[in-house]
């Protein structure tokens, strides 16, 4: 697949080796522009390129930058896409620590992937946000294996959700359908799921044990 990666930090690059790794043809961009990428470019083969190309003819986009980056990104960041591209957002909010206050969701509820959505103008499907990042380098297992973590997955639109589970599970994880975006509050920072290393059973009953309150390090 022709994938585009926004954001080349710890979890978009590790994203961007293994999905090289794997055959697809993955575009990488970050903010500081193609030529700070050239050393993850020459490692992987990825392409290098500005954020406004990195969604080009893109089936699969991986937005993966501080939420408090998300208004900043280019506007029609998404327009060159496939038809029908798969958004995948891995995006967390963490309003003490690094974002600062959002009020639409401190006061209107809105889940961070929903606001994530807004910004962006198309659908996203949340994924990979409370997973370690060196993980998606040294803990793919075939499937079957009793010791593969598996990835909560929450999205509105079903065949996207379906396009990231089946490339989930081609990096050597399992998933979970964590539900809608509205629902995707059971993956935030501070909730059972989240960093959670376990496999299908654990993931699942950690999602439905999840509070929609906040705890209080991660409110503004």
Not at 4 to 26: C, F, S
Not at 52 to 69: F, H, I
Not at 95 to 123: C, F, K, N, V, Y
Not at 200 to 211: D, F, I, N, P, Y
Request: no cysteine; aromatic share 4%.
């Amino acid at each position: 697949m022709k994938i585009g990666i926004i954001g080349a930090g710890n979890i978009g690059g590790n994203l961007t080796r293994r999905l090289t790794a794997l055959g697809h043809d993955v575009s990488v961009a970050n903010s500081r522009g193609p030529q700070s990428l050239a050393a993850l470019a020459e490692e992987t083969g990825a392409t290098a390129v500005p954020a406004t190309e990195a969604a080009r003819g893109a089936q699969v986009v991986v937005v993966t930058v501080p939420l408090k980056n998300v208004p900043d990104l280019p506007a029609g960041l998404l327009d060159g896409a496939a038809e029908g591209a798969a958004v995948i957002d891995t995006g967390n909010y963490y309003p003490q620590q690094r974002d600062g206050r959002i009020d639409a969701i401190e006061d209107d509820g809105l889940t961070e992937s929903r606001w994530t959505e807004r910004h962006l103008g198309h659908p996203v499907v949340k994924a990979f946000n409370g997973t370690y990042a060196q993980d998606l380098l040294e803990r793919p297992r075939p499937e079957g294996d009793p010791e593969r973590i598996a990835v909560p997955v929450a999205a509105d639109d079903e065949a996207a959700k379906r396009v990231v589970r089946a490339l989930i599970d081609e990096l050597g994880f399992d998933t979970v359908d964590a539900g809608g975006i509205d629902e995707s509050w059971r993956q935030q920072p501070g909730t059972p799921v989240y960093g959670l290393r376990a496999g299908v059973e654990a993931v699942t009953r950690a999602l439905a044990e999840a509070s929609p309150e906040r705890p209080a390090d991660h409110k503004a």
